[in-house]
């Protein structure tokens, strides 16, 4: 009763005090970052093909074509038309871990009725991209959709509702349950530790791709996807207060390894990860040791997998500290979701490992109650039939979300677990020296492909073509 005592008043103080004259009412915003919709028939035959191929995938609702006016991100407050609701955004500074971002928009969103004072957390999440040549990408969270906003060709963008809760549940994304966890020594936090636990520490991350995960895109766009990821996972640690970052080190193709679309494609792709650096995913592991990535993802289009991603282990060593993530599934938080099984983190109690790794390393779950609306925190699964969208952190019971502890001491503290293994995984591979010039940390992800004749099995040799290091979309 407790919850719902403190919940009612702001959803009656909505209802009755403040109803449209709130500061986030859509009328007093005159600037709409949608400017007009386009009609289909002004794509082109490639651009109709990506709109086409969205329409495919089982949790988009609608596609449909905009464009949008990139001068608006000059405002801290702006409306957008998001075709079945409109929307208000405001400005919200980025973590300062971030440094310099002209390129990065981000704010929260609000519906007009909204409660004022009401913390949606980062459910109203905003992101707007400013890319060179004036496109813009952008994710805008209500909830468990999220609007995605696409550039096409001829200034004309895709506006995307993708239904999150239709992605499938991450009960099954293990890859490697029955495989005795080496225990890491969990440390007491002792003040020492304490110190020690401030300590910014960089997770390098390298990333093979197969043909399925590109799905017909231009290589800049699924890039840009997986950046997005990584921004979002950066501002999760610094929102739970954990002193780690996720860097992109590398990407590579995965030298003619291909899927089969029969519904196991994230186990097939893990199992091949699994196989090291003389398997059939050579070349991505190639990358990893090259670029001294501290894990390795494959990205796949796995679109008859019924889950989402797997990890090879919960509380990974350098051998298995290997991820598969569907690119499809990206806004549903899936990179930092695995990335967090490899540093030892767990789902909620009843779908984790038991016994667990860590007795404190489970996500939690607020269920939906009278008034209260479900939300859960980056590790915890979906819970059907009701919903607990995923918020952009981690649990812990230091943080307090809409009057309640994200977490508790001794069973989900999933930030602890992360801050007591992010320097036993970034050691995995020691920092690229600066010694190398433009292979110095913080640099260009260098992307490599497979180059020279097949073999008789059809695969590629072992050649590797390094390009120039790629220019990440802005
Ligand atoms: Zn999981």
């Known amino acids: 009763m407790r919850i719902i005592i403190n919940a009612w008043p702001y959803v009656l103080a909505g209802l009755l005090a403040a109803p449209v004259s709130s500061a986030f009412a859509v009328e007093d915003v005159s600037s709409n970052l949608v400017r007009m919709p386009v009609a289909e028939q002004r794509l082109s035959a490639r651009d109709l093909a990506y709109v086409q191929r969205q329409r495919e995938d089982r949790s988009i609702d609608w596609v449909t074509l905009v464009r949008i006016d990139p001068r608006v991100l000059e405002l801290a407050k702006f409306e957008i038309d998001l075709h079945d609701r409109k929307v208000v955004v405001r400005k919200q500074a980025l973590p300062e871990s971030f440094g310099p971002r002209p390129d990065l928009w981000r ?93 910014m520490e960089t997770v390098r991350v390298a990333v093979g791709y197969t043909a399925a995960a590109l799905n017909g895109d231009p290589l800049e766009t699924m890039f840009a996807d997986v950046k997005e990821s990584i921004d979002v996972a950066n501002e999760s640690f610094t929102a739970s207060n954990i002193a780690l970052r996720l860097e992109l080190a590398a990407w590579a193709d995965s030298a003619g390894y291909a899927e089969s679309g029969n519904g196991s494609d994230i186990p097939a792709a893990l199992a091949a990860l699994v196989e090291g650096p003389d398997g059939t995913l050579w070349l991505p592991h190639a990358a990893r040791d090259g670029e001294n990535a501290d894990l390795l993802a494959m990205a796949v289009g796995a679109g008859n997998d019924a889950i989402c991603g797997q990890a090879q282990q919960v509380g990974a060593s350098k051998d298995t500290a290997l991820f598969v993530f569907k690119r499809g599934c990206l806004p549903s938080h899936t990179f930092a979701h695995e990335v967090g099984h490899l540093l030892g983190a767990d789902h909620q109690p009843g779908a984790a490992l038991d016994p667990p790794v860590f007795a404190y390393g489970h996500g939690f779950q607020r269920l939906p109650a009278e008034g ?39 069973t989900h503290d999933n930030a602890r677990v992360l801050t007591e293994n992010k320097a036993r995984v970034a050691a995995f591979y020691p920092p690229p020296q600066a010694t190398k010039g433009v292979r110095a940390g913080g640099a260009a992800p260098r992307y490599v492909r497979a180059a020279g004749p097949d073999g008789p099995d059809g695969r ?3 050649a590797i073509a390094e390009e120039p290091r790629l220019r990440m979309p802005q």
């Open 107 to 199: 704010g929260r969103a609000a519906l007009p009725g909204d409660p004022p004072q009401w913390d949606p957390g980062t459910l109203r999440d905003v992101r707007l991209y400013r890319l060179e040549g004036g496109g813009i990408r952008g994710s805008i969270y209500i909830g468990d959709i999220v609007y995605l906003i696409r550039p096409l060709s001829h200034g004309i963008h895709a506006l995307i509702r993708q239904d999150l809760s239709r992605l499938h549940s991450e009960k099954d994304d293990v890859g490697d349950r029955s495989r005795p966890v080496k225990r890491p020594q969990p440390s007491s936090l002792k003040p020492s530790a304490v110190s020690e636990s401030m300590q």
């Open 460 to 462: 590629a040799m072992r």
């Open 372 to 410: 209260v609306a479900g939300w859960s925190t980056l590790m915890a699964t979906d819970c059907p039939p009701q919903r607990c969208p995923r918020q952009n952190f981690w649990s812990s019971p230091l943080r307090q979300h809409q009057g309640e502890a994200a977490g508790s001491v001794d």
